[in-house]
């Protein structure tokens, strides 16, 4: 499966499942292991556990598997790694701590750094 049939397939299953705020972070040339991070908040610990059974359940039916999954019991933060997307699945006051989306947004300083020590 393709990466963007795999993202939204992720991204559809979450919407169908009453995720809120669903997000995708492109993160193609800030990380080698994956390319693409979904962060979705779920009402409950109970709310997140079935979005990730349901999320685990409708790559089965296309033959794939997750290559991990941490923090499925009774967890704020699920985190489902599936190759080249990566899912966190977590309660609002989780994701709000972590700010997984400000930490991926920082775009890539390399270039900046190498015209200070230039000069």
């Known amino acids: ?22 997000t995708t972070i492109d993160v193609i040339g800030k990380t080698s292991f994956t390319d693409y991070m979904v962060v979705a908040t779920g009402t409950s610990e109970r709310h997140i556990k079935a979005l990730c059974n349901y999320v685990a359940v409708a790559l089965k039916e296309k ?43 920082v775009e890539n300083t390399q270039d900046n750094d190498e015209e200070i020590y230039d000069e």
Do not use: C
């Open 1 to 22: 499966m393709q990466e963007d049939e795999l993202l939204a397939l992720v991204t559809d299953v979450l919407d169908e499942r009453k995720a809120e705020n669903i």
């Open 63 to 105: 033959g794939i598997a997750p290559r991990g999954i941490e923090g499925a019991q009774g967890s704020e933060w699920v985190l489902m790694d599936l190759g080249d997307v990566i899912l966190h699945v977590m309660t609002a006051q989780t994701r709000e701590f972590y700010q997984l989306e400000k930490l991926w947004s």
